[in-house]
């Protein structure tokens, strides 16, 4: 089967880096995908990563290990905005045009 | 105006009721889904379309049935509601690109009495 495993829960300080982890169990892998949520809203797409290594979108970067099946989102100059939680997905092992989730990360952003 | 739209936001039923949730969009995506969400429990996917004859079961369909009625209306039904199926629903939908980002509606807060 498919899974993933991510903290349930950061805290992090307004300015400061975290780092969301992000480990996962599938065949046929397609791609890692991160989105984020806020609390009583829809889930947005962040990044994608189908390659090794980092992807930087402004203050959001996305990290890939193929090898090691492990990939993270890391949030720079932390914002009180940012305080959301934040799911990994890999596509569908019988179709890569769907997608599983994990079962996210809540991030609480402090003053 | 929003690309996908959900219908009712929030809904209060009891069990046993049928109950229809519809889902809109104004994106001219192909691709359709349907998923629940619990506390803790990410989105699971229930029902999935990639075009208006083509109708998948996702993780957790037990429960549900789907309609695709046109390419822009995809709606999900609970036939006979109980209390476990007191969720949060999201629509999303997709272009099918490599990405294959996924643009969700507001949800649907559903709660069986």
């Known amino acids: 089967g498919q899974s993933l495993e991510q903290p349930s829960e950061v805290t992090a300080v307004e300015g400061a880096i975290v780092q969301i982890n992000c480990t996962y169990q599938?065949?046929?892998?397609?791609?890692l995908s991160w989105y984020q949520q806020h609390d009583g809203g829809a889930p947005t797409f962040l990044s994608y990563?189908?390659?090794?290594g980092l992807e930087e979108t402004g203050r959001f970067s996305s990290f890939l290990s193929r090898s090691d099946s492990y990939g993270y989102l890391l949030l720079q100059e932390l914002q009180m905005k940012d305080s959301a939680s934040y799911f990994c997905?890999?596509?569908?092992?019988?179709?890569?045009?769907?997608?599983?989730f994990g079962s996210g990360t809540r991030l609480l952003v402090r003053p | 105006d929003a690309d996908v739209t959900q219908t009712p936001r929030n809904r209060i039923t009891k069990t046993g009721k049928r109950i229809m949730l519809e889902c809109s969009q104004t994106?001219?995506?192909?691709?359709m889904y349907w998923y629940r969400q619990d506390p803790g429990l990410g989105l699971q996917l229930i029902y999935y379309?990639?075009?208006?004859?083509?109708?998948n079961k996702g993780e957790i369909s037990d429960g549900y049935s789907v309609s695709r009625q046109a390419q822009a209306k995809f709606s999900l039904s609970l036939e006979s509601a109980i209390p476990n199926q007191t969720a949060l629903y999201f629509c999303?939908?997709?272009?099918?690109?490599?990405?294959?980002?996924?643009?969700f509606g507001p949800g649907t807060r559903l709660t069986v009495l």
């Open positions: 599938t065949s046929g892998f397609y791609g």
């Open positions: 997905a890999v596509p569908g092992m019988d179709s890569s045009y769907k997608l599983i």
């Open positions: 999303a939908t997709s272009a099918g690109t490599v990405y294959n980002e996924q643009f």
């Open positions: 990563n189908a390659l090794d």
């Open positions: 994106k001219g995506h192909d691709r």
């Open positions: 379309s990639f075009d208006v004859k083509d109708i």
